[in-house]
T-cell receptor, first 118, second 114 residues
């Protein structure tokens, strides 16, 4: 049963600490999305990658957030330093272009990392 | 940027009733997706739409891609208690600098009373 795996599921950290969230996309998927979900803002796109290259990270605060794909099986989202306003659920999703290739990409979500910064 | 307006924000219905929700955008999308999210879980894909005017069903769910490519709706027929959750629309463009960018609506919270 192919699924997107995110770790950790929950993280509580103190303000100022570095937080790293990891995502293992579904094998064979070449597109990875990072979203942040809060009650106020809903699902916000932070960044997305295709074939490990960043396509758009305009939704991400550049001064403290960074997203990378060290290889095709791992995507990371780091926050340094973390702040209380970063508390949210962070989702990773993966997908591949639908054939024929002009149909976009369906995205399949992981279970999320619930981050609490105190 | 691209904005999706999803309505209604919430719905309270009786079991057995039909439900309808929709999304509108100021921009054209090439693909519309509908997701459902249960508490503590990630969104799960329900239906994907690829062509303007397309009408697609998945069990009791039916979704349509608007002719103008700026809107989509989702209908749920004969609702049951397990339909409870948050429903999201998402639009995607696969042209230009936003290729593949997936933008979500604000969600519709559905409550079904037995």
């Amino acid at each position: 049963d192919a699924r997107v795996t995110q770790t950790p599921r929950h993280k509580v950290t103190e303000m100022g600490q570095e937080v790293t969230m990891r995502c293992q996309p579904i094998l064979g998927h070449n597109t990875v999305f990072w979203y942040r979900q809060t009650m106020m803002q809903g699902l916000e796109l932070l960044a997305y990658f295709r074939n490990r290259a960043p396509l758009d990270d305009s939704g991400m605060p550049k001064d403290r957030f960074s997203a990378e794909m060290p290889d095709a099986t791992l995507a990371t989202l780091k926050i340094q330093p973390s702040e209380p306003r970063d508390s949210a659920v962070y989702f990773c999703a993966s997908g591949s272009p639908i054939e024929p290739r002009d149909r976009g990409t369906e995205a399949f979500f992981g279970q999320g990392t619930r981050l609490t910064v105190v | 940027g691209q904005q999706l307006n999803q309505s209604p924000q919430s719905m309270f219905i009786q079991e057995g009733e039909d439900v309808s929700m929709n999304c509108t955008s100021s921009s054209i999308f090439n693909t519309w997706l509908w997701y459902k999210q249960d508490p503590g879980e990630g969104p799960v894909l329900l239906i994907a739409l690829y062509k303007a005017g397309e009408l697609t069903s998945n069990g009791r769910l039916t979704a349509q891609f608007g002719i103008t490519r700026k809107d989509s709706f989702l209908n749920i027929s004969a609702s049951i208690p397990s339909d409870v959750g948050i429903y999201f629309c998402a639009g995607q463009r696969w042209a230009g600098t936003s290729y593949g960018k997936l933008t979500f609506g604000q969600g519709t919270i559905l409550t079904v009373h037995p």
